[in-house]
T-cell receptor
């Protein structure tokens, strides 16, 4: 969905490097999420934010941190990347839709940690 | 969130309707049925959702049985670009601590020329 953008789309880095993945949305949504997907597996929730002042850990937050700089921006950082963080990373948003919270996903970032 | 069951894979001829079933026999009264799809390594794409009435949008139609225990996603004229994994998810909107979507195994739809 073009309303949710992620940068970079691909990144190769080395073990121990600090990496930031960025997500922006123009949908005016209040909720934002970071998911991780390993090959052949489902999505795991890393962090989620229900508004600018609300940040919550998901099921696999260890080794990650986030920043909600504005309603439209939600960044994910890997403070010291390790090889098992090699994965696809997706940002998603949801908003105050009429009685639903449909999530809209970005195109993803493919991260490789060598 | 109620559990869903989908066939692991289906084939469909290009130009024909693709009918993807989903069983959700334990669905509760306030749970919606959502459909997403994921084309290889792309972000999951929202398709459609419904509570009890049939729904249609520009992408697909959703048929929910009267007892709400099953539903069918219909892609009226499948194209090769519809080849993807399709996920049926049942949940109460904005409920739970995280709002996390739980994607099961889904159905891999292969559209063939």
């Amino acid at each position: 969905d073009a309303d949710v953008t992620q940068t970079p789309r691909n990144r190769i880095t080395k073990t121990g490097k600090r990496i930031m993945l960025e997500c922006s949305q123009t949908k005016g949504h209040d909720r934002m999420y970071w998911y991780r997907q390993d090959p052949g597996l489902g999505l795991q929730l890393i962090y989620y934010s229900f508004d600018v002042k609300d940040i919550n850990k998901g099921e696999i937050s260890d080794g990650y941190s986030v920043s909600r700089q504005a309603q439209a921006k939600f960044s994910l950082s890997l403070e010291s990347a390790i090889p098992n963080q090699t994965a696809l990373y997706f940002c998603a948003t949801s908003g105050r839709d009429r009685d639903t919270d449909t999530q809209y996903f970005g195109p993803g970032t493919r991260l490789t940690v060598l | 969130d109620a559990k869903t069951t989908q066939p692991p894979s289906m084939d469909c001829a290009e130009g024909r309707a693709a009918n993807l079933p989903c069983n959700h026999s334990t669905i509760s009264g306030n749970e919606y049925v959502y459909w997403y799809r994921q084309i290889h390594s792309q972000g999951p794409q929202y398709i459609i959702h419904g509570l009890k009435n049939n729904e249609t949008n520009e992408m697909a139609s959703l048929i929910i049985t009267e007892d709400r225990k099953s539903s069918t996603l219909i892609l009226p004229h499948a194209t090769l670009r519809d080849t993807a994994v399709y996920y049926c998810i049942v949940r109460v909107p904005r409920s739970g601590n995280t709002g996390k979507l739980i994607f099961g195994q889904g159905t891999t739809l292969q559209v063939k020329p």
